[in-house]
């Protein structure tokens, strides 16, 4: 895990279920490289996004595709300010879009990507707090276990789009000021944080929570997941 930089969080930690974000900072671990196979995918796309930075600065048309742009803001809560920092990946101002880059599964994009709602809060944060003339919002799903049978039985292409609805900016302001407010509130009093929700599980229609089960890094320290399974 990452060093814990007091007062300040990301736009992927607030996110993401709280439980999951405060015990991946309290707790070191070790992944089997073989698990981290798809998380490597990401990266390497990403990176490969980044690449294109000096093509584009050589065309000159580099201003006209705002790439990996980081920024922190100053957030006032009742605790005082708190940082919160991003980094989108792509943002084009003569269409004016915002574009979000997510290597995924064929089964989350089959649900209508109902469980990953985290994907949708990650684009109207980046909008509200550094692209705020965006107008339009697109997840780019690229689907890591894409086949032929996939895409000829479920219609899923290999690379996906998703329009994403633009959420009032009171609504972007409120929920970003109470995940902070709350992962500080436990960060600074060794609080446990609430547990996850199906939602935030990923509960599929067998009962099974996939999230929990195949995909998180911390669930070996999760008191929610270990008195389940007890």
Same mark, same amino acid.
């Given at each position: 895990?990452?060093?814990? +930089?007091?007062?300040?969080?990301?736009?992927?930690?607030?996110?993401?279920?709280?439980?999951?974000?405060?015990?991946?900072?309290?707790?070191?671990?070790?992944?089997?490289?073989?698990?981290?196979?798809?998380?490597?995918? !990401?990266?390497?796309?990403?990176?490969?996004?980044?690449?294109?930075?000096?093509?584009?600065?050589?065309? !000159?048309?580099?201003?006209?595709? @705002?790439?990996?742009?980081?920024?922190?803001?100053?957030?006032?809560?009742?605790?005082?300010?708190?940082?919160?920092?991003?980094?989108?990946?792509?943002?084009?101002?003569?269409?004016?879009?915002?574009?979000?880059?997510?290597?995924?599964?064929?089964?989350?994009?089959?649900?209508?990507?109902?469980?990953?709602?985290?994907?949708?809060?990650?684009?109207?944060?980046?909008?509200?707090?550094?692209?705020?003339?965006?107008?339009?919002?697109?997840?780019? !799903?690229?689907?890591?276990?894409?086949?032929?049978? +996939?895409?000829?039985? *479920? !219609?899923? %292409? %290999? @690379?996906?789009?998703?329009?994403?609805?633009?959420?009032?900016?009171?609504?972007?302001?409120?929920?970003?000021?109470?995940?902070?407010?709350?992962?500080?509130?436990?960060?600074?009093?060794?609080?446990?944080?609430?547990?996850?929700?199906?939602?935030?599980?990923?509960?599929?229609?067998?009962?099974?929570?996939?999230? /929990?089960?195949?995909? /998180?890094?911390?669930? *070996?320290? /999760?008191?929610?997941?270990?008195? %389940?399974? *007890?």
């Amino acid at each position: 895990n990452r060093p814990v +930089v007091p007062n300040v969080w990301s736009v992927t930690q607030i996110t993401k279920p709280p439980q999951i974000t405060l015990l991946d900072q309290r707790h070191d671990y070790y992944v089997l490289p073989r698990r981290t196979t798809f998380m490597q995918w !990401g990266t390497a796309w990403h990176n490969m996004i980044e690449a294109q930075r000096p093509r584009l600065e050589k065309l !000159g048309v580099a201003d006209k595709y @705002i790439m990996e742009d980081r920024f922190d803001v100053k957030i006032p809560t009742s605790l005082g300010y708190i940082n919160l920092r991003g980094t989108p990946d792509l943002y084009i101002p003569h269409t004016k879009t915002l574009w979000d880059y997510k290597t995924t599964k064929a089964y989350s994009i089959g649900k209508g990507w109902k469980s990953n709602t985290e994907y949708f809060w990650q684009l109207n944060i980046y909008r509200h707090y550094h692209f705020h003339e965006a107008e339009k919002l697109v997840v780019c !799903g690229i689907v890591r276990d894409h086949s032929w049978r +996939v895409e000829e039985k *479920e !219609g899923i %292409e %290999e @690379i996906t789009l998703r329009d994403v609805d633009k959420y009032l900016d009171q609504d972007v302001e409120d929920y970003v000021t109470e995940k902070l407010v709350y992962l500080k509130t436990c960060q600074d009093n060794n609080l446990y944080p609430r547990p996850c929700t199906d939602e935030e599980r990923w509960l599929n229609y067998k009962g099974e929570y996939m999230r /929990c089960e195949r995909y /998180c890094a911390v669930s *070996e320290f /999760c008191n929610q997941w270990r008195e %389940e399974n *007890e």
